[in-house]
């Protein structure tokens, strides 16, 4: 896997200051505005039997126009190439943070959340899966499931 972040996000501002903050914090970062454009990206990268195309996490809104974060989520489960991609979920409630211990989430941050908050997760499930980083926030997450 690359040190590649996909951020699914229908909201064009919080993606834009997501990829951002991700980028200063030396991420590279793809965007994807709703689940079924993620759905065809991540198929489209699976497809190339190229471990190193796949994205190292998946910042996943779940509610979205077209394919929500949920269907996402759980597509990505059921796929043997996709399933090990660690997944942060974003949302409005805590209760959908809940909820998505169900799914395929490592992570949750209920909105609105703190630039810190985002990159100190982000490093985190980086360094749990062994991609070290160096980031530039505190490193304090919020929910790790």
Do not use: F
Request: hydrophobic share 45%.
């Amino acid at each position: 896997m690359s040190d590649r972040i996909l951020v699914v996000e229908d909201d064009i501002m919080l993606r834009s200051i997501l990829e951002i903050v991700l980028t200063e914090a030396g991420y590279a970062v793809d965007e994807c505005e709703n689940g079924q454009i993620a759905m065809d990206r991540l198929t489209e990268l699976r497809d190339k039997h190229d471990p190193d195309a796949l994205p190292m996490m998946v910042i996943l809104d779940l509610a979205m126009p077209v394919v929500d974060g949920w269907q996402v989520a759980a597509w990505m489960d059921a796929d043997p190439a996709l399933r090990d991609i660690p997944v942060i979920v974003t949302s409005a409630t805590e209760e959908h943070g809940e909820a998505a211990k169900k799914l395929h989430a490592d992570a949750y941050l209920v909105k609105p959340y703190n630039t810190d908050e985002i990159v100190g997760v982000v490093g985190l499930i980086s360094a749990l899966n062994g991609k070290t980083k160096r980031v530039k926030a505190d490193p304090k997450p919020t929910k790790i499931l």
